[in-house]
């Protein structure tokens, strides 16, 4: 997520400039994505820290 900090006041046709692009580049980061097969965003690969049991070693 990008934070936008103007140092002047923005106008309407700025804002949604960069939020057109900013949308833009999304889709087309998704669309590479699911080309590619990967998984959406929020889908754990690999099981969290924590989740399963571990043995410890026995001195």
Known sequence: MFV?????????N???FIA?????MLETRAAEQT????????VR???PI???PTAL???
């Open 50 to 52: 924590g989740a399963r």
């Open 4 to 12: 936008l900090v103007p140092t002047t006041p923005l106008d309407a």
């Open 45 to 47: 690969r690999h099981t």
């Open 35 to 42: 080309a590619r097969g990967e998984r959406g965003t929020g």
């Open 20 to 24: 057109e692009s900013t949308n833009a």
């Open 14 to 16: 700025t804002i949604r």
């Open 57 to 59: 070693p026995v001195n």
